[in-house]
């Protein structure tokens, strides 16, 4: 068993900061709080996710969320610390690819990108800016 897996709660306690200890001594201001973090955090971490796919800082909001819900949550924190280790992995696994895996996978991340705008109805909304009523321009979904 490692060092960091047997800290006891209150070892654990006292890592926290300082407000911590203050909310902790009453059951229902605690609850909130954990509660109000465990709702900001999802939320950030819902954002991410659902930027992953695009151009910016999906992977970033992605630990982001995870770094927020690790702060009240033991389990978010393995998974932060699992989540890292993989993205590490594939990002040095890429750095080593010849170029055309690099083109490969920059491909089907741009495929990602243009099929989430045309079921969004992206294009078919850019498409009435110029007048352009194609009709496989609109959102099976929305359309």
Avoid at 89 to 102: D, G, H, I, S, T
Wanted: glycine share 10%; net charge neutral; aromatic share 14%.
């Amino acid at each position: 068993m490692s060092d960091d897996v047997s800290v006891t709660t209150e070892q654990h306690d006292e890592t926290k900061p300082e407000h911590r200890h203050w909310f902790r001594r009453n059951p229902a201001l605690n609850l909130t709080y954990r509660i109000g973090v465990g709702v900001v955090g999802g939320l950030v971490l819902v954002a991410g996710v659902l930027m992953i796919p695009y151009p910016g800082p999906g992977w970033l909001v992605v630990f982001a969320g995870l770094a927020i819900l690790a702060t009240e949550f033991e389990w978010a924190g393995r998974v932060l610390r699992f989540a890292k280790r993989y993205y590490d992995a594939w990002v040095e696994w890429l750095k080593r690819q010849n170029l055309a895996v690099k083109a490969l996978v920059l491909a089907a991340t741009g495929l990602v990108v243009v099929a989430t705008c045309w079921l969004l109805g992206a294009f078919a909304l850019v498409g009435g800016w110029f007048g352009l009523d194609w009709p496989w321009l609109a959102s099976p979904i929305f359309s």
